[in-house]
């Protein structure tokens, strides 16, 4: 029988659809579109590796519908269909609403839900799964990245307006998204920041760890 006191508790991996031209724009010109998307690739398939090494049920959002999908998707699409892994699509116009509404829909199905994003190959299994259990004492978790951001975010308990007017890509987003959480009567923990491959700086460093 499974434990009583395992969480329920589900990683949803978000991710834009390959296309070049359209993913890794900053690595492009050190790498090229056929280069940041390649990386793109290797980074997306590094993360899903990480998430379904927690041991917790793994789902993929990307954010373009199946009828709107250009690219170059089918090395992701075959580990994807192999593992037998849901895929969704994220909705919403910002990316505040799409999180939203994915861990919303989520916390429907399971007591916890986390959205990692797929350039941050740091969130490594431990990591993710303390993830999941600082939402035992909290209604919020985020994992913050050196530049502002958030590698990670998971929930227990949504509320309207937790992401709203947020300056995503900003070196802001982390204390606004603190600030939003705080006046929606939300609480939060932080976990040590981590990094994520937006630079090429940041894609020597992911080379470096593999």
């Known amino acids: 029988m499974p434990q009583s006191n395992f969480p329920s508790a589900v990683f949803l991996q978000f991710a834009k659809w390959p296309e070049a031209g359209r993913v890794k724009t900053r690595l492009m010109p050190e790498l090229g579109a056929v280069g940041a998307l390649d990386a793109h690739i290797r980074l997306t398939l590094a993360v899903l590796d990480n998430l379904c090494a927690t041991g917790y049920p793994v789902e993929f959002w990307w954010d373009r519908p199946a009828d709107d999908r250009p690219g170059e998707a089918e090395s992701i699409v075959e580990e994807l269909e192999g593992a037998g892994l849901h895929q969704g699509v994220q909705q919403g116009r910002t990316l505040g609403e799409r999180m939203h509404r994915a861990l919303s829909q989520s916390l429907g199905d399971y007591e916890r839900a986390l959205i990692v994003g797929s350039d941050c190959p740091s969130v490594d299994p431990d990591y993710a799964r303390k993830a ?29 307006g ?36 937006d ?7 992911f080379l470096r760890t593999c």
């Open 132 to 160: 999941v259990a600082c939402l035992a004492d909290y209604d919020v978790v985020l994992g913050p990245s050196d530049d502002g951001g958030y590698v990670l975010i998971g929930a227990s308990r949504v509320a309207e």
């Open 162 to 197: 937790m992401l709203d007017d947020i300056a995503w890509g900003t070196p802001e987003v982390l204390t606004q998204t603190c600030d939003r959480l705080e006046e929606s009567g939300l609480s939060y923990c932080l976990l040590e920041p981590r990094w994520d491959v």
């Open 199 to 205: 630079e090429p700086e940041d894609w020597a460093r």
